[in-house]
């Protein structure tokens, strides 16, 4: 009779082959869509946004930017960020759509205001694509391009509004409101990004009642799939 112990050691070589670690069965990169976006007149002046075809991502921006005096203006960001499935598999459908943006985006028409210089990459499994425009005409890149532009002032505000908590929070009745009204227009998605500061507002019985409801109302709307 062969000993058990001899039988397991025979065995495991075979559990291996036919059953081995997920990551290494997989293999290949996922899909990945970067937007830069560049303009000297906004907050932020020049950022960029980076999601996986898993909804993970990470967001830079660079701080400054033009203020009025009565608005503060932008931070420089590194962050991780979580894009929601839905929204994630709307862009990456558009990519396909549109050839992995090797395409060509911009409408080139000479009497477009300049509304900011715009990169939109893909590189994949199925292979890389590009495309630089101010402005396109293809109602698909455009919407793409909007959604982009919510998520990044999405974060903007969150993180001007961790800036007006610890240093001034007297502001943070009118800023939060801002936030509120993007967000109502569609300028602003993806609240769940800047949900830890919203929980902080919602349950910190220092600041305005008003503060502290606009908070709780609009991590109510906040996705995190």
């Known amino acids: 009779m062969i000993p058990l112990r001899s039988m397991v050691w025979a065995v495991l070589p075979f559990l291996f082959v036919l059953g081995g670690p997920p990551v290494a069965a997989q293999g290949g990169t996922q899909a990945q869509i970067r937007f830069t976006y560049e303009n000297r007149k906004l907050q932020p002046p020049k950022y960029v946004l980076t999601v996986e075809e898993d909804g993970s ?24 960020i979580h894009i929601s499935k839905a929204l994630r598999e709307a862009m990456f459908t558009t990519a396909r759509k549109n050839k992995l943006f090797a395409i060509s985006c911009d409408d080139g028409g000479k009497n477009i205001a300049f509304q900011g210089n715009k990169t939109l990459e893909y590189d994949g499994p199925e292979g890389k694509g590009s495309c630089l425009y101010n402005w396109s005409k293809n109602a698909q890149i455009d919407k793409l391009t909007d959604q982009f532009e919510a998520i990044a002032a999405t ?22 409101e801002v936030l509120e009204q993007m967000v109502q227009d569609g300028r602003a998605m993806e609240l769940e990004n800047i949900a830890p500061i919203l929980q902080t507002l919602a349950g910190d019985e220092a600041v305005l009642q008003r503060v502290q409801r606009r908070a709780r109302a609009l991590l109510q709307g906040a996705k995190s799939d």
């Open 155 to 176: 974060l903007d505000e969150g993180g001007k509004l961790q800036r007006q908590y610890e240093h001034g929070r007297l502001s943070l009745d009118a800023e939060i």
């Open 57 to 80: 991502g990470h967001f830079t921006s660079e701080g400054g930017g033009p203020t009025d005096g009565t608005t503060m203006s932008s931070e420089p960001q590194d962050r991780p």
